[in-house]
């Protein structure tokens, strides 16, 4: 069956860095669009990174460009997201997403109902 697993969350101070990987089984990796979101307590699931399946696009919510990196590694059906220059509102649960629908533009690469797989998430918290 199909599975995602993140790890790679915790804590960091403000201006620090995290690295989270997000494990995949059950599909086929290299066929689907593979995003990190993010859902802060009381807050909806945003968008942060999607790597697309088509032509190897990626895709940042505005709030996390040139701090965030997505990656992936399809001979190890690894996603990653590098996080640097933490804020304390980058704090939240962070979740791995893929799906097999291409993802040619941000609004469908950052939205949460175009996604059919759903890891269980890693916190992360940014403070002191």
């Known amino acids: 069956q199909v599975q995602l697993v993140e790890s790679g969350g915790g804590l960091a101070q403000p201006g620090g860095s995290l690295r989270l990987s997000c494990a995949a089984s059950?599909?086929?990796?290299?066929?689907?669009?593979m995003s990190w979101f993010r859902q802060a307590p009381g807050r909806e699931r945003e968008g942060v990174a999607c790597s697309s399946r088509t032509d190897g696009s990626t895709y940042y919510r505005n709030s996390v460009k040139g701090r965030f990196t997505i990656s992936r590694n399809s001979a190890e059906n690894r996603v990653y997201l590098q996080m640097t220059s933490l804020k304390p509102e980058d704090t939240a649960v962070y979740y791995c997403a893929g799906d097999r629908r291409p993802k040619g533009v941000a609004t469908l690469a950052l939205s949460r109902y175009e996604y059919d797989y759903w890891g269980q998430g890693t916190q992360v918290t940014v403070s002191y």
């Open positions: 059950g599909f086929t990796f290299s066929n689907c669009a």
